[in-house]
């Protein structure tokens, strides 16, 4: 079992920015990879950012040279560094963990970008 806590969020103006953090626990040898993904009321859940064990990076068109995710293996966190906000990226965003059987998420952090 991994267990996830996010903070940060919370209301910026356009072109602001925002970070927020995702701490894992219990199980965390067996994470291969962690991130973001976003969730607007009425729509499917999407894939903001991701890192994987060695460092690689995935991230959404949308974001990209925008946002930009990091680890701190000794702290077991992922960050989400987003600049130059838009209201679209106004959401709910929820870590993501996978480990070897099973993806865990947090609880979800609001995010609101206003025009």
Do not use: H
């Not at 966190?77 to 870590?95: F, G, H, I, R, W």
């Amino acid at each position: 079992q991994v267990q996830l806590v996010e903070s940060g969020g919370g209301l910026v103006q356009t072109g602001g920015s925002l970070r927020i953090s995702c701490a894992a626990s219990g199980s965390i040898y067996s994470i291969s990879a962690m991130g973001w993904d976003r969730q607007v009321p009425g729509k499917q859940r999407e894939l903001v950012a991701r890192i994987i064990n060695g460092g690689s990076t995935e991230y959404a068109d949308s974001v990209k040279g925008r946002f930009t995710i990091s680890r701190d293996n000794g702290k077991n966190t992922v960050y989400l560094q987003m600049n130059s906000l838009k209201p679209e990226d106004t959401a709910n965003y929820y870590c993501k963990v996978s480990t070897w059987g099973a993806v865990y998420w947090g609880q979800g952090t609001q995010v609101t970008v206003s025009s």
